[in-house]
């Protein structure tokens, strides 16, 4: 079985919170990756604009009328989105701990288990 073919599948059959929950793990893994090799530059920027993307990406799909989440989570995510892209730019230019931003992921994480569970 091809490697494609294996994603198709897994696409079809994960649940979508588990799918989140990969996801979030893949991005924190960046960040603290980065954060143990005191990473500078080109791999510093690159987690982080990884992780910023995946919390645009998120917030973009709060937006949508058809989310189904309540009204007031998809605010806070929107709202967390926001706060992330603003605390990205402090730690890539004012080199800020990227702490925080592995934490608010673990958080998440931890909701999206324990709602899972």
């Known amino acids: 079985m091809t490697l494609q073919a294996y994603q198709n599948i897994q696409r079809v ?4 919170r588990a799918t989140e929950y990969r996801l979030f793990g893949q991005v924190t893994g960046a960040l603290l990756d980065a954060k143990t090799s005191n990473a500078q530059g080109a791999p510093l920027i690159q987690a982080i ?3 910023k993307r995946m919390w645009r990406t998120l917030a973009a799909d709060c937006m949508d009328d058809r989310n189904a ?3 007031d989570l998809r605010a806070k995510i929107i709202s967390l989105s926001l706060w992330v892209s603003k605390y990205s730019r402090r ?14 992921n673990r ?6 288990q324990a709602k899972a569970g």
């Open 69 to 71: 989440l309540t009204e």
């Open 107 to 112: 958080t998440v994480m931890q909701g999206l």
């Open 13 to 16: 059959v994960e649940d979508p």
């Open 91 to 104: 730690v890539t230019r004012e080199k800020a701990p990227i702490d925080p931003l592995i934490e608010i």
């Open 49 to 51: 604009d990884w992780n």
